[in-house]
C-alpha cells in the first residue's frame, strides 16, 4: 500500500480499531471498505440505517438517491432525519447528517427518482447497490439495471411486522425476477402509508442489509445469495427461504414500470391544487373519507365518512346528483373504493391524487399528516 487510498490514515486505524482487532477482518478488509463505492436508492426507512451504519463502518464513497422530502410522519422510524429537517430533501438531509457522522467519508446526493432515464447512468459509478425502496416499480427496475451492468444487489422490504433481506445478482446468481416473477396487481399491495409499520422494524432490516454489504465488499462469511431471509416482529422469528436463478436474462430495461407492473393513471382524478380551486370557487361536490375512524382523530377535512371496511353496508351515504371526490391518505384505499361503488352503479366518482397527504404538502402545511 503506498497511497492515502489504499491504506488507512492514523485516525482512521483509531476509529475503525473494533474492526481492525477482529481475527476475521483485520486492516485489509477495513482497507476493501475504504475503497469501495456503494450506493444506496431510497433513504426512507431501510435506507436510513443502512446508511447510518455504512457511514459508521468506513465505505469511503455512499451515493443517496431519493427524490422525496422530509415529512414529519417520516419521524416515527427514518431515525437519521430530525424535525429541523422536515420539508428539506431526503438526500440532501441524509447527507448533511452524515457528514456529522464521519467526515472520513466521500457522500454523492442524487435528488431524483431512479427512472428509465437515470438508472443505468446512476448505478454504473458504484460497485454495489443497495434498494430500500417501497415500490415494485422501482424494485424490478432497480433489479434490471443491475443485472444488465453486472452489480450485485442487497435487497430488504417491510411489511407491518415484518420483514425480508437477500442478495440478488451475486456472481451471475439469482436475481429479484427469480424470487419474484411478476409482480402484484397494481395497488393489490398497500405500502407502509396506508396500513402502517412498526417503526424498530427498518432498524432490524436495516441492519441486516448493511451487514450483507460489508460482507459482499469484503468477502468474509456466508451472504444471501439464493437464499431469502424472512423476520416476524412480533413472533420474534427468522425464517428461511431457497431459492434458484430462473430468470431469463434481462438485456435491457424496461420501456414503462409503471404499466409492467399494473400502475395506471386513474382516469377519473382530481389533483389537491384542483380541489382547492373548486372549494373557493363554491363549486357543489360531495367530499368522502373513506379511512378509518382513529385516523380522523389525526387529521381531516371537512368531509363525510364512508370508511372502507363498511362501505358494502354504508354506501348510500354518496350521492349521485353532483361530482363526488373520494379521497384517503395516499389515494390507494380511495380507489379501491370507486372501483366496488362504480360496481354499485354510482357515477361521477373521482380520485383524489396523494390523498389528505399531498393536501397537507401542497395546500395546508399545518394539517397533521401520520
Not at 362504480?342 to 401520520?370: C, F, M, P, Q, R
Request: one cysteine or more.
Amino acid at each position: 500500500m503506498n497511497s492515502m487510498i489504499d491504506s488507512l490514515t492514523p485516525a482512521e486505524k483509531v476509529r475503525y480499531n473494533r474492526h481492525l482487532i477482529l481475527d476475521e477482518f483485520g486492516e485489509d478488509n477495513q482497507v476493501k471498505l475504504k475503497t469501495a463505492k456503494v450506493l444506496v436508492v431510497g433513504a426512507g426507512g431501510l435506507g436510513a440505517p443502512v446508511l447510518q451504519y455504512l457511514t459508521a463502518a468506513g465505505v469511503g464513497t455512499i451515493g443517496i438517491v431519493d427524490g422525496d422530502e422530509v415529512d414529519e410522519s417520516n419521524l416515527q422510524r427514518q431515525v437519521i432525519f430530525a424535525e429541523t429537517d422536515i420539508g428539506k430533501l431526503k438526500s440532501e438531509a441524509a447527507m448533511m447528517s452524515l457528514l456529522k457522522q464521519n467526515a472520513h467519508i466521500k457522500f454523492e446526493s442524487h435528488s431524483v427518482y431512479l427512472t428509465i432515464d437515470n438508472a443505468l447512468d446512476i448505478i454504473r459509478d458504484y460497485d454495489l447497490v443497495v434498494d430500500g425502496t417501497d415500490n415494485f416499480q422501482t424494485r424490478y427496475l432497480v433489479n434490471d439495471a443491475c443485472v444488465i451492468l453486472k452489480k450485485p444487489l442487497v435487497f430488504g422490504s417491510i411489511f407491518k411486522f415484518e420483514g425480508q433481506v437477500s442478495l440478488f445478482n451475486w456472481e451471475e446468481g439469482p436475481t429479484y425476477r427469480c424470487l419474484y416473477p411478476d409482480p402484484p396487481k397494481g395497488n393489490e399491495v398497500p405500502n407502509c402509508s396506508e396500513i402502517g409499520v412498526l417503526g424498530v422494524l427498518p432498524a432490524v432490516i436495516g441492519s441486516i442489509m448493511a451487514n450483507e454489504v460489508i460482507k459482499v465488499i469484503t468477502g468474509i462469511g456466508q451472504n444471501l445469495s439464493g437464499r431469502l431471509l424472512l423476520y416476524h416482529a412480533l413472533d420474534m422469528t427468522f425464517k428461511e427461504l431457497k431459492f434458484n436463478k430462473n430468470a431469463p436474462q434481462v438485456t435491457e430495461l424496461l420501456p414503462d414500470y409503471d404499466v409492467f407492473c399494473g400502475v395506471e393513471e386513474t382516469p377519473n382524478s382530481i389533483d389537491v391544487q384542483e380541489l382547492k380551486l373548486w372549494m373557493d370557487e363554491g363549486r357543489k361536490f360531495q367530499l368522502i373519507d373513506v379511512r378509518e375512524a382513529h385516523e380522523l382523530l389525526i387529521c381531516k377535512l371537512e368531509s363525510d365518512h364512508l370508511p372502507l371496511s363498511n362501505i358494502h353496508e354504508k354506501h348510500s351515504v354518496t350521492r349521485q346528483d353532483r361530482p363526488v371526490v373520494v379521497y384517503c391518505h395516499h389515494g390507494m384505499r380511495s380507489q379501491s373504493a370507486i372501483n366496488f361503488l362504480t360496481s354499485k352503479g354510482y357515477e361521477n366518482l373521482i380520485n383524489l391524487e396523494g390523498g389528505i397527504h399531498a393536501w397537507a404538502n401542497k395546500i395546508d402545511h399545518t394539517t397533521a399528516v401520520y
